[in-house]
């Protein structure tokens, strides 16, 4: 208990515990010399403050805050104020409680995050390697046979390679989210941009299982991260296809006041009410009876972190046998601050060939990616460094059309080095693609208006289009 002057007046037996003092070393002495020097000289303002309006509250909400052990080491604590009226004037009463244990346990979860982190990252790199050389391989194999029983095969291999894909995504993403590394970019954005291209996602997967995609048309704007967004939709939907087995998938839009409420209902199986309270934990998959669940039961745990990050509010409903809905709500933006239409850019004209310089030091990815551009009609040189990638352009004399190289190379060197290396040999700002399995954010935050850039495992079609605009373009 502390007068107006900030004399101690009263301690009770646990400051011997707490502070180290005997209660009567401290009664009559300044509340000054339980603070670390470094805030001795601001306490007599707060303490003014907090007597010209004296409300129960936390001190210092939001701030780190340190007392001063007798024996001269500084420890975290959390003081709570309450004023106290006497006939003496007004008292403050300070509750002060040590946290030292609870800051240490903190710092270790946050510290095991982000050895996860880094983990999962590690992780996600290296599994991406050789699944982006299947995808090379298996688009390769498709192109050199004419064999529909083949064909049927490589399909049907590409399908568990895009189902590998997804779980992989999945867990960095959730691993993201947790490490706190995802940072929204907040922006007005029309919706039925992210309509559109959802319908392009996802209409041939629900056709496959005999469903009717259904997406309304929507004139609103929202503000919002429409990335985040999207991936969002994108888990509500997927999973309203998982689980419905005939019938239809909806998106739909409704316009409010401040804000716009987005809908994914489905006639699928529904979920029990006992089930809807666990469905946004991770790894909890719904009951499909006999049906062994698919996925790793992630998508509804991103969807509810990445909710929480934009703000939006998240609600479901459900009915066993008859279907689900789920919904976000996302705040109204400004339809002025849009930018103007782009006029639709004229179709790509083929590209029967050129020259490519590939850079990799993986040989497995070298071998790959070759096969699939020399069947696609390109001519290929190789090389594993900028110096290899230098020597091979003198060696060959012939000048790439085109540079694609991997981000992270052997000792320490990255394809960004490779583009400096191969566009000051050959004196012109040659077309570049950088393709990364590392997804962490040392490459998220690197300046990379240099070159496209493409993220492991990429899509065939992704990559043949990206390398036909830049031939065609350069």
Same mark, same amino acid.
């Given at each position: 208990m502390v007068d107006d002057h900030g004399t101690i007046v009263y301690a009770n037996s646990r400051v011997k515990e707490v502070l180290g003092y005997a209660r009567e070393e401290l009664v009559g002495g300044p509340l000054e010399a339980l603070l670390p020097e470094r805030y001795r000289?601001? &306490? @007599?303002?707060?303490?003014?403050?907090?007597?010209?309006?004296?409300?129960?509250? @936390?001190?210092?909400?939001?701030?780190?805050?340190?007392?001063?052990?007798?024996?001269?080491?500084?420890?975290?604590?959390?003081?709570?104020? /309450?004023?106290?009226?006497?006939?003496?004037?007004?008292?403050?009463?300070?509750?002060?409680?040590?946290?030292?244990?609870?800051?240490?346990?903190?710092?270790?979860?946050?510290?095991?995050?982000?050895?996860?982190?880094?983990?999962?990252?590690?992780?996600s790199h290296d599994l991406r390697q050789p699944m982006q050389t299947l995808n090379l391989l298996n688009r390769a194999a498709k192109s050199i046979t004419t064999d529909q029983n083949h064909h049927a095969i490589i399909e049907k291999q590409q399908k568990s390679? *895009?189902?590998? /894909?997804?779980? %992989?995504?999945?867990?960095?993403?959730?691993?993201?989210?947790?490490?706190?590394?995802?940072?929204? *970019?907040?922006?007005?954005?029309?919706?039925?941009?992210?309509?559109?291209?959802l319908r392009a996602e996802f209409e041939a997967q629900a056709q496959d299982k005999g469903l009717e995609l259904i997406i309304d048309r929507c004139e609103d704007v929202v503000h919002?991260? @429409?990335? %985040?967004?999207?991936?969002?939709?994108?888990?509500?939907?997927?999973?309203?296809?998982?689980?419905?087995?005939?019938?239809?998938? &909806?998106?739909?839009?409704? &316009?409010?006041?401040? /804000?716009?409420? %987005?809908?994914?209902?489905?006639?699928?199986?529904?979920?029990?009410?006992?089930?809807?309270? &666990?469905?946004? *934990?991770?790894?909890?998959?719904?009951?499909?009876?006999?049906?062994? @669940?698919?996925?790793?039961?992630?998508?509804? /745990?991103?969807?509810?972190?990445?909710?929480?990050?934009?703000?939006c509010s998240l609600e479901v409903s459900s009915n066993t046998g008859e279907g689900s809905t789920f919904s976000v709500t996302v705040p109204r933006g400004d339809e002025s601050s849009l930018p103007s239409t782009a006029v639709n850019p004229e179709p790509l004209t083929g590209v029967t060939g050129g020259w490519i310089l590939l850079v990799d030091d993986e040989p497995a990815i070298v071998d790959a990616t070759r096969m699939l551009l020399e069947s696609e009609g390109f001519d290929v040189l190789t090389a594993a460094s900028a110096e290899e990638a230098v020597a091979s352009i003198n060696e060959s004399r012939q000048s790439p059309d085109l540079l694609l190289t991997d981000y992270h190379l052997r000792s320490g060197e990255t394809g960004l080095n490779v583009i400096d290396a191969v566009r000051g040999q050959l004196q012109f700002r040659i077309p570049a693609i950088l393709i990364s399995g590392d997804t962490s954010d040392s490459v998220a935050v690197t300046d990379l208006e240099c070159a496209a850039f493409l993220t492991k495992p990429v899509a065939v079609?992704?990559?043949?289009?990206?390398?036909?605009? %830049?031939?065609?373009?350069?």
């Open positions: 000289a601001m &306490h @007599p303002q707060h303490q003014a403050t907090f007597a010209a309006s004296p409300n129960p509250r @936390p001190m210092g909400a939001g701030l780190e805050l340190y007392a001063l052990h007798k024996d001269g080491h500084e420890f975290p604590v959390e003081i709570s104020l /309450s004023p106290v009226t006497t006939e003496a004037g007004l008292l403050i009463s300070s509750a002060i409680r040590d946290v030292s244990e609870q800051k240490k346990l903190e710092r270790e979860l946050k510290e095991a995050n982000r050895a996860k982190s880094r983990f999962l990252a590690a992780a390679l *895009d189902s590998m /894909s997804r779980l %992989l995504n999945s867990l960095l993403n959730i691993s993201k989210l947790e490490a706190g590394v995802v940072r929204p *970019d907040i922006s007005d954005y029309a919706i039925q941009a992210i309509f559109d291209d919002t991260d @429409p990335v %985040l967004l999207c991936e969002i939709l994108e888990n509500l939907i997927s999973n309203a296809i998982r689980y419905t087995r005939k019938g239809f998938v &909806h998106l739909r839009c409704f &316009h409010r006041k401040l /804000s716009i409420r %987005l809908e994914v209902l489905d006639t699928g199986i529904g979920i029990s009410s006992d089930e809807l309270d &666990h469905i946004f *934990d991770e790894f909890h998959q719904v009951d499909q009876g006999t049906s062994r @669940p698919e996925g790793l039961g992630l998508g509804l /745990s991103i969807v509810t972190r990445t909710a929480e990050l934009l703000g079609d992704d990559l043949l289009a990206e390398i036909h605009l %830049l031939i065609q373009d350069s």
